[in-house]
């Protein structure tokens, strides 16, 4: 049974990865897919809005459809749409072609989102240790080469379809073969329900949502105006300025990387509230730099404070409600696309109208209203580390071979 833990853990962990390397593939080259598609900046943040509106769409849905289907089934075949969608956003010709491909993106991508982070957390309680943060190190990963990749195709100036063919070539078919091994987490134990009944109290999950919204508040901060910031407002060169976003994935990786170590040793609530200081922290450093080595510093202190949250937020959604995880997670999955509409947008404003400094103050107070919930992130009866990790149940479910 341990084998088809590992198992389970390896192909999710890959999931993660390509998930990662997918959407990095496609909102890195928004650019040009603007130029290739003739789409004007007036319209461009309408296609933009619509992804993640969608994608908290089949969010919703997911938690539905897995009363009837087990999330290892909706992670199999929303992914290869996904990966389809992005070679369809790269191949078209017309606007309407366009708004298909990222239509398909954006719903199959809240399916895909909610079905990892559920078997993500139902392995996690087989295993009765963190390792939620690993899986996200993977998709810091997959990020990191996707992007790397976006570049390589922009510097050739090849086409978009060119860029992408490869990566889906690839991944469609080792995500599908990976998809075998995926494990889906038992009934949580009697004991572990707290009184709570089988059912999600959106009050008490209301705390996790907001701290998902302000996280991604934060993430998208630095995904969208930190090459700007550093540019216009610390005064480096351009080359210089794309290399924040950079710095932020790789100090992402790191600590999601090490995180599940602190997580066992002291717990989810001190990795939390410390991921928390640092973060804001980071917000602080880049408001008040004096020039773009030290904004620099600031945002990588913003990828070591940030990387923690929304895994031990979607963690804490599967000890809240063990008997109800996969609602829970379901909902709390919808505001990861809330704080990626609020984000930009009230950072544009507030840097427009008031100043780029004063703007990055905003999102360091949202992140810090974190430690009023941290609280929320307790691990109350499988606390992970410290001599309170559980022993590894043989109850793990069933794995998807034989659907």
């Known amino acids: 049974m341990t084998d088809v833990l590992r198992r389970g853990r390896a192909s999710l962990a890959f999931s993660f990865f390509a998930q990662g390397a997918t959407f990095a593939l496609l909102v890195t080259r928004i650019p040009a897919i603007q130029d290739r598609y003739g789409v004007s900046d007036a319209l461009l943040p309408v296609f933009l809005a619509a992804v993640p509106v969608l994608a908290g769409v089949g ?22 749409v996904v990966l389809l969608a992005l070679l369809g956003a790269g191949a078209g010709g017309h606007i309407a072609e366009l708004a298909v491909a990222l239509g398909a993106f954006g719903l199959a991508v809240g399916a895909l989102d909610a079905s990892m982070n559920m078997l993500g957390v139902s392995l996690q309680r087989s295993y009765g240790r963190s390792i939620m943060l690993s899986f996200h190190a ?20 090849l086409a978009l379809w060119v860029s992408y063919l490869p990566v889906v070539a690839l991944l469609l078919p080792a995500t599908l073969v990976g998809s075998r091994w995926y494990v889906d987490g038992g009934p949580a134990p009697v004991g572990e329900e707290q009184g709570q009944g089988a059912g999600v109290v959106f009050k008490l999950l209301l705390p996790l949502c907001l701290v998902m919204t302000f996280a991604y508040i934060g993430d998208s901060t630095v995904s969208n105006w930190s090459a700007k910031y550093l540019k216009d407002v610390l005064g480096s060169s351009e080359q210089l300025a794309t290399v924040p976003y950079n710095v932020y994935m790789v100090t992402t990786l790191l600590g999601r990387t090490i995180g599940d170590f602190g997580v066992r040793r002291f717990g989810a609530v001190a990795v939390v509230r410390l991921g928390t200081l640092v973060a804001a922290g980071g917000f602080a450093v880049v408001a008040s730099a004096p020039g773009a080595w030290v904004g620099m510093l600031g945002f990588t202190l913003l990828g070591l404070g940030l990387c923690v949250l929304v895994p031990q937020t979607f963690a804490a959604a599967g000890r809240l409600f063990p008997g109800a995880s996969d609602a829970a997670i379901a909902r709390l999955n919808i505001f990861n696309y809330v704080g990626f509409l609020i984000g930009s947008p009230l950072v544009g404003a507030l840097g427009d109208g008031w100043s780029y400094r004063g703007a990055m103050l905003v999102p ?38 034989g659907l």
Do not use: C
Request: glycine content about 12%; cysteine-free.
């Open 138 to 157: 993977a998709y810091s990963l997959g990020g990191i080469l996707g992007a790397s990749l976006a570049w390589v195709g922009a510097h050739w100036h």
């Open 59 to 80: 969010s919703v849905t997911t938690e539905q459809l897995v009363k009837r289907i087990r999330p290892s089934r909706l992670l199999r075949w929303s992914q290869p």
């Open 364 to 401: 360091m107070v949202l992140v810090l209203v974190t430690l009023v919930y941290a609280r929320s992130f307790a691990a109350q009866p499988d606390r992970y580390g410290g001599g309170h990790e559980r022993p590894r149940t043989a109850d793990v479910g069933r794995g998807s071979n």
